[in-house]
């Protein structure tokens, strides 16, 4: 089997990993691009001993590192829960990748965890038509120590919401049926102020192509309760990062230019 082929099934998950990690879909698919180009020129090889997946995000993390833009995240703990929380890796896997012993792997979750719990409270909208998995993201959020603003079962209910109680992170369904588009929904309410969103989809690959503006954080249905924690927590922490003014000329620059394009300015308004 050639190499793209093999890795291929892979491509759409180290997206959503190297999204979440870095913060914004921009970076995070550029070091999915280099890993990529290092392979297929020769110019890096996986490491022969692992299994594919394993190998490959083991090399992006390499790459990544080389790129200058890691700062002080792998310090933070927060790569190995995410490769915990929202891929999967076991305990030995995560060391593989990150070229750590397991123990020092178990420390920096549980810090990325403690970390998490002591973030600042958000306000929530929750866009959701499925009633079930709308109380479960409640439970889950309040669980959390954050509030939930409201909760909207249509892109009508949704902009009302956000346009009376300002959320500060939005937690959306892709499609809300007759209820219309929970993307545009998004879209319209981040043109009167910013929030991270977290977009919750059964179908996370149509969003992971890389070949478009998509959004930065994706939580596949069904999810468990820890890989939104790491989700929401990831999200919540980059935006406390970034300026008033960055804030600004983010929300500025990323109005849609086509109406057809509803994700334009997700991947921005969501780190």
């Known amino acids: 089997m050639a190499l793209s082929e093999q890795l291929a099934p892979h491509l759409p998950y180290l997206r959503r990993y190297a999204r ?3 913060g914004t879909q921009t970076t995070g698919d550029g070091c999915v691009r280099s890993t990529l180009t290092a392979l297929l020129s020769g110019q890096s090889e996986l490491v022969s001993y692992l299994p594919p997946r394993v190998a ?3 090399l992006f993390h390499e790459i990544w590192a080389r790129s200058g833009t890691v700062a002080g995240l792998t310090a933070s703990g927060r790569p190995a829960l995410l490769l915990s929380a929202l891929e999967g890796f076991s305990i030995t896997e995560i060391a593989q990748i ?3 012993a397991a123990e020092d792997v178990e420390h920096a979750i549980d810090e990325a965890q403690d970390a998490i719990e002591k973030e600042l409270t958000a306000r929530v909208l929750i866009i959701e038509d499925e009633t079930l998995i709308a109380l479960d993201l409640e439970n889950i959020v309040r669980e959390l120590g954050h509030v939930v603003a409201g909760k909207a079962m249509s892109k009508a209910e949704a902009l009302a919401i956000a346009h009376a109680q300002r ?3 939005i937690l959306a369904d892709i499609n809300l049926g007759d209820g219309g588009s929970g993307l545009e929904a998004v879209v319209e309410m981040l043109r009167g102020f910013t929030a991270p969103v977290v977009f919750v989809t059964a179908y996370p690959e149509h969003l992971l192509t890389g070949e478009r503006p ?3 954080y994706l939580v596949t249905k069904p999810f468990l309760p820890r890989t ?3 989700t929401i927590g990831q999200a919540l ?3 406390s990062l970034r300026s008033p003014a960055s804030i600004a000329r983010t929300a500025a620059s990323a109005q849609p230019t086509q109406p057809a394009q509803p994700t334009a300015q997700l991947g921005a308004a969501a780190a």
């Open 20 to 22: 979440a990690v870095t």
């Open 98 to 100: 990150l070229q750590e």
């Open 167 to 169: 959320p500060t992170l």
């Open 237 to 239: 922490f980059f935006h």
């Open 214 to 216: 998509e959004p930065t």
């Open 56 to 58: 490959l995000y083991r």
């Open 228 to 230: 939104l924690q790491a």
